[in-house]
């Protein structure tokens, strides 16, 4: 039974006739313009690599296309040779970026094909030839040329016209697939920079339409040779990029920094490229671009690690702790987004401005070309996870075990229209948030009018956005005698499990200007009571670990809460964000265990987690 405080209305209560992939018929009241619009909920996934990404197809993806990847999360069944079946995804999505890496975008695919810009080249008749008739092609990752200089062959070969002609196949596929009102598509791809192992990745999302796209190549990291003034690792480089482009074209981006956990405090660090103190004109231009995070995906949660918030219990959730190459990498602040928010404010209260103000975002990063994020029927990060019986622990270590990685994750975002257009302003207002794939629907506002009434209305929304701002939004100036408040509801996944509790966790700077964070429970299911820690009890576990089979005998459905802050001192700059929190469900490594027959510890991952969604900020200024 619900906490009878958090009851949520039932006019928000998701329609049974929604169909797969809507936005579960919650639909309320935003401002825009200063006139009344509707929003709706809608999911997909801004992280998503086909056979066009070098490394993909270096791993077994030889097949699945940028359009198939589309139609895929479209809903409609597409060929996966790598099984030699058909697959189909349950709940289709509403939008889809392909991100593809820019660095030797397609460039095994026109090898395969025998592309004519190739064929002109020695080298490109070289590698052709390797690939030609039915010969095994590993993809370009794992070839060595006669002379074992695999990266002269490369800039021998990848010229600025056949990089130009991968690009126009990935506009030609999104262009296709982009249904105004029904399927979003972006142009979009991964600038995949990395220093020693460490990750500065991040996946560029434009409004363009396919003319503008047309008209720019994407920007690259370089990884294997540069070709001068569309190459660099530097983040600072493509900024300036972005900026020129977007002179020159009229298109909007948005880079969105991902695996920050992989990076060895890189991502969010204190100083800029050159190692020189961030400035405000630093701060400025990264917050100009890089207005969102991916907090969780495939290689782990970016939100905050155990060692970095120790009285934190939903912490160790889907953690890696190893860098890209594999090497371990120790705790380090500027890995971790809560870590990264307390660090903007400290650098904001030195200099001004706050180069760490982002939203937050979910993703999969999978290289099969499909956003798979079902535990039960989850496809693996790579196309060698196909193969179960694969996934069993290996003599020899390799970098990513298909059990070391999450089913995960996937956007939410609320706007008024599945529409390009629509989508992107909303992820420009940062109104998004991400989760682990699971399909919680979740609404924050923030104000200071609030109160436990507004909790209980009709349409929650309506009340939020007339008495304050939405998640991404900021707050200042706090009237005498008020605390900031948060009007939160949550409804849980239609096909999903049932909601544990809901969380807020706060960051703030004291009187000294040191960063401190809080986690608070505000909303729970059940009857528990707090301890005298404030820490709600365990939910309990229904997950029988031997048929994986789960009951929502447990928990709530849906959540709403309106929660002050009891601990708010006008004078201290703070950010809230909340986290929803399911019910135990069983892993997809106990689905695999189950299958193959074998105990669950062997895959040395737990059985069950929770699975959760995490809000945009909302930001408090004195």
Not at 4 to 13: G, M, T
Not at 141 to 147: E, L, V, Y
Not at 384 to 413: C, N, Q, R, Y
Not at 513 to 539: E, F, I, L, T
Request: glycine share 8%.
């Amino acid at each position: 039974m619900s906490n009878p405080a958090n009851q949520f209305p039932a006019s928000v209560i998701a329609s049974k006739r929604c169909r797969p992939g809507c936005a579960i018929g919650i639909v309320s009241a935003a401002l825009s313009g200063g006139a009344i619009a509707q929003t709706q909920l809608f999911w997909g996934d801004l992280h998503l690599h086909t056979n066009y990404s070098l490394d993909a197809y270096g791993v077994g993806n030889t097949s699945v296309t940028p359009d198939m990847a589309y139609r895929f999360a479209r809903g409609i069944p597409i060929y996966y040779k790598v099984l030699d079946t058909k697959v189909q995804i349950d709940r289709p999505l509403d939008f889809l970026a392909v991100t593809d890496h820019s660095d030797n975008l397609g460039i095994d695919v026109q090898i395969k094909s025998s592309d004519p810009l190739l064929q002109a080249t020695e080298r490109g008749r070289e590698m052709i030839a390797a690939a030609g008739g039915d010969k095994p092609w590993p993809g370009l990752m794992r070839f060595q040329p006669a002379d074992g200089n695999r990266n002269d062959m490369l800039k021998a070969v990848t010229t600025l016209k056949l990089r130009q002609s991968a690009w126009q196949q990935e506009i030609a596929a999104a262009d296709k697939n982009n249904i105004p009102g029904k399927f979003t598509t972006f142009f979009a791809w991964e600038w995949t920079a990395m220093i020693d192992g460490k990750n500065l990745h991040r996946n560029v999302i434009s409004n363009a339409t396919a003319e503008q796209a047309g008209k720019f190549y994407p920007y690259s990291a370089g990884q294997f040779f540069s070709l001068g003034n569309i190459d660099s690792n530097r983040p600072e480089s493509l900024w300036a990029y972005l900026d020129t482009t977007s002179k020159k074209t009229g298109v909007d981006f948005i880079a969105i920094p991902h695996n920050s956990n992989l990076s060895a405090g890189l991502m969010f660090d204190i100083v800029d490229s050159d190692g020189h103190t961030i400035d405000a004109q630093y701060a400025r231009e990264r917050m100009r671009w890089e207005s969102l995070v991916e907090i969780t995906q495939t290689k782990g949660t970016s939100e905050i690690l155990p060692e970095l918030a120790p009285t934190d219990e939903f912490a160790e959730f889907e953690i890696r702790r190893k860098l890209l190459i594999g090497t371990p990498t120790p705790p380090n602040p500027g890995d971790y987004v809560r870590t990264a928010l307390l660090r903007g404010m400290t650098i904001k209260a030195g200099i001004g401005v706050n180069p760490y103000k982002f939203g937050f975002v979910g993703a999969t990063d999978n290289h099969i070309g499909m956003s798979s994020v079902e535990e039960n029927n989850f496809h693996g990060k790579i196309a060698l996870d196909a193969k179960l019986s694969d996934h069993l622990p290996k003599e020899k270590p390799v970098i990513f075990p298909a059990w070391e990685m999450s089913a995960s994750g996937l956007t939410g975002v609320w706007a008024e229209k599945n529409t390009r257009e629509s989508l992107f302003a909303a992820m420009k207002r940062k109104e998004v948030y991400g989760t682990t794939g699971t399909r919680i629907a979740l609404r924050v506002f923030g104000g200071y009018a609030f109160d436990a009434n507004d909790a209980r209305a009709n349409d929650i929304a309506a009340v939020g956005y007339k008495k304050g701002v939405p998640m991404g939004s900021d707050l200042t100036a706090a009237p005498a005698g008020k605390a900031p408040a948060l009007l939160i509801y949550a409804v849980k996944d239609p096909a999903g499990a049932n909601l544990d509790r809901v969380q807020v966790i706060k960051g703030w700077l004291d009187s000294k200007n040191a960063p401190q964070q809080k986690v608070y429970d505000v909303a729970w299911s059940g009857n528990r009571k707090p301890g005298a820690d404030g820490k709600v009890p365990a939910v309990g576990n229904t997950v029988d670990i031997n048929t994986a089979i789960y009951t929502n005998d447990i928990g709530t459905p849906q959540l709403a809460v309106a929660w002050t802050d009891p601990d708010f001192k006008p004078d201290q700059s703070a950010f809230y964000y909340v986290r929803a929190i399911e019910i135990p469900t069983p892993r997809h490594s106990l689905f695999d265990a189950i299958a193959l027959g074998i105990d669950v510890s062997v895959t040395r991952q737990p059985a069950t987690l929770q699975e959760r969604a995490y809000s945009s900020p909302i930001w408090y200024t004195p």
